[in-house]
Each structure stands twice: as C-alpha cells, then as structure tokens.
C-alpha cells in the first residue's frame, strides 16, 4: 500500500488539530450545565457526527480515486466503519417512521447484513488483497490509526467511570478527537492520490487554511444550538 503514506508535516498537523480540538472542548463544556453541553444533540455530540460524515465521504472518495485493489479496499473498510461509528452516534428524536427506524433494532440488522455482504464479498472474489491490507495495518505505516484507536479506547475507559461529571467530560473529548483523526486521515489520503492536484507551498497552505475555516465553521455552529 505504496499510496498511503504519513509524512512528519502530518504528523505535525494532526498533533496541532487534536490540541486545539481537545482545548476547544474542554473549555466549551460547563461543568455546572454539563447535561446540556454533553447532550446527544449538544455541541460536542453534533461535531462528532460531523467529524464522521466527513472522514466516511473522504474514505469514500480516496477509494475511487486510487487505483490500487488493496487501497481501495482498506478504504472502503475505513469508510464502512466511519457510516457504523456514525449510526451509532446518532441520536434523532421519534417523530415518524423514518427516525423510528433509524432508532430501531432493524436497522443494527440491516447495517449488519451490509458489512458482511461486503466482507463476504471481498472473502470471496478478492482474497489476494487481505494479505496487502494486513501487512499494513500491522505496519509503523498504520500509526495514525493507531492514534485512533487509542483515542477512543481511552474514551472507552473513561464511559466506564461514567458516574462523575469529569469523567464524562473527557469521555467525550476523547472520542471526538478519535474522530477527528480518522476525519483528517481520511483528507490526508485522498491528498495523497494520483488524481489529487500538484502538491506545492501554496496548496499546503490553502489546505490549512480551509481546514482551520471548517474548524472555526464547526465551533460558530456549536454556539448557535441552544
């Protein structure tokens, strides 16, 4: 997997966007009214699902973009576990048939079927390409994933001391800034891809600032939800 590469200057930029996301958060959340800001439909739990829709269309998208089998694959598993993450998030108030379904068990069955439809379907017709993708995945090319996981284990320790506020608190910064990583993975691969445009000073620095401006677009609409 030759087209999937993590540079320092990423590593870089995904430290400085993790801190200002963790920052952001922390001092966003007040403890006092922490039910309100910790809500499922609060700021923090809106951005989550934002950093989720995100990072699964780019998965998507680095997927028809590249032109290696064993990419594409990985990024279509990526892109699949973002849209699971996301359901799972997703929180909607029961006021018809359609967000009944999105909270019923039926749709945990449906969302099944389809991952392992897919994974059969890879099994079966493209077994040459697990061996690429595992070599991968257990490779010091994989750390930013590993970033990930981390992060949300971390969030998982802390759901299980759910009982006090600070606890809760970073619960959820945890798992957003899992999120995130995943988000900004994702951009970062499609960056990467033979279609993407000619990389130079300029281009990094219009990537910055569009995602600098996304970032504060996403902090404006945390101050707009009640």
């Not at 499922?40 to 699964?56: D, K, N, W």
């Not at 897919?118 to 010091?140: A, E, T």
């Not at 970073?170 to 900004?184: D, H, Q």
């Not at 000073?201 to 609409?221: K, N, Q, R």
């Amino acid at each position: 997997m030759t087209k999937i590469v993590f540079t320092p200057k990423f590593a870089l930029f995904l430290f400085i966007f993790l801190a200002t996301n963790a920052l952001y958060f922390w001092l966003k959340i007040d403890p006092v009214d922490v039910s309100v800001s910790l809500d499922e439909s609060g700021p923090i739990e809106t951005v989550q699902l934002a950093y989720l829709a995100g990072g699964a269309l780019l998965f998507f998208a680095a997927a028809a973009a590249t032109l290696s089998g064993t990419e594409r694959m990985f990024c279509i598993a990526m892109a699949m576990l973002g849209l699971v993450f996301f359901l799972r998030e997703m929180e909607v108030d029961n006021a018809g048939p359609i967000s009944a379904y999105l909270e019923s068990r039926l749709l945990r069955t449906h969302e099944a079927i389809v991952v392992a439809a897919v994974i059969s379907f890879y099994l079966v017709f493209r077994w040459s390409l697990i061996g690429g993708v595992m070599s991968f995945v257990f490779s010091k090319s994989a750390w930013p994933f590993y970033v990930a996981a981390i992060l949300l284990l971390a969030g998982a320790t802390f759901d299980i001391f759910h009982g006090s506020v600070p606890n809760q608190i970073k619960e959820e910064i945890f798992e957003c800034s899992s999120y995130l990583t995943l988000l900004l993975i994702a951009g970062a691969i499609c960056y990467q891809q033979p279609g993407a445009r000619i990389r130079s000073t300029s281009a990094d620095f219009l990537m910055v600032v569009v995602t600098v401006s996304l970032f504060a677009g996403a902090c404006w609409l945390t101050e707009q939800i009640p």
